[in-house]
């Protein structure tokens, strides 16, 4: 992982866990089905974060390694999730997981990889993957399409810190096919949506490592611009953000 990246989300825990979108259950279907990643098969979700991505595995029945090297958002994975069965979460980096040789069935990370180093990422996928191993590469991508979400993304960049350069948009399909290359991948997208009141899109705000925290200079003028949009767009005292989960599936160690 890129240095210091693994300590980003420290002090957001709670607004992470509270306020950042799920995954739709249809991406089990399609991998079970596309994939025959049956519910035998073990699963390591790296950069596995407060364990979002995890549940949704859980849930479905798999057994999942969630590697995750930032301490606050592990405790609060195994605070979470510790009394599921087939749950274990471990101290880890996508360079260097902890986990055996070639004895995972399908590594999957959830709005991760963008802070991966993706050569020494490759390297450590192809050794603990089992051959024939798959990797879905998952990302809830807001949408920036309507007027609200167009001046919601102008929100972001005005007063985050480092949004542009840390946006996981920056990886693109030139980057995803690099990274599997030679071997080709498939990209499947579902919709997905939250629906907030006020409080809520504040919180989904401030989930992003990116954006002032409410001890930082820069939280209230964000929080005036963000009652503003807010306002100006809701319906019912609601505001939806749209999202596009893509899933990006291949494999670097053929059976």
């Known amino acids: 992982m890129i240095t210091n990246n693994t300590t980003r989300f420290s002090n957001r825990v709670n607004d992470y866990v509270k ?3 799920g995954y739709p259950t249809q991406i089990i279907d399609f991998l079970q089905q596309q994939f025959n990643l049956s519910t035998d098969k073990l699963i390591a979700d790296i950069g596995a974060g407060t364990g979002i991505s995890t549940a949704l595995f859980l849930d479905a029945g798999y057994r999942v390694i ?3 090297p930032n301490e606050p958002m592990r ?7 510790g009394n599921w069965p087939g749950f274990k979460a471990q101290n880890g980096t996508s360079e260097d997981t902890r986990l055996p040789t070639a004895g995972i069935d399908a590594v999957i990370a959830g709005q ?3 802070w991966f180093d ?3 990422t490759r390297t450590e996928f192809e050794r603990i993957l089992k051959p024939g191993g798959i990797i879905a590469l998952i990302w809830n991508e807001r949408r920036t399409g309507s007027p609200f979400e167009k001046e919601y993304d102008q929100l ?14 920056n990886i693109d399909a030139e980057h995803i096919a690099a990274f599997f290359t030679p071997q080709p991948y ?11 009141d006020f409080d809520g899109l504040k919180g989904r705000l401030s989930s992003s490592s990116y ?7 820069g939280y209230q003028p964000m929080i005036n611009d963000l009652k503003l949009l807010f306002d100006k767009y809701q319906h019912n005292n609601t505001i939806t953000i749209q999202y596009d989960t893509n899933v990006y599936v291949g494999q670097v160690n053929i059976a």
């Open 112 to 114: 991760a990889f963008h």
């Open 211 to 217: 954006m002032p925290t409410n001890q930082d200079e």
């Open 156 to 169: 972001i960049i005005k007063h985050g810190k480092d949004y542009v350069q840390v946006d996981h948009r």
């Open 75 to 81: 405790e609060k994975s195994i605070e979470l999730l």
């Open 118 to 120: 993706a050569q020494k």
């Open 186 to 196: 498939q990209l499947k997208t579902f919709y997905n949506e939250q629906i907030f």
């Open 19 to 21: 306020y950042r979108p």
């Open 66 to 68: 969630a590697v995750e």
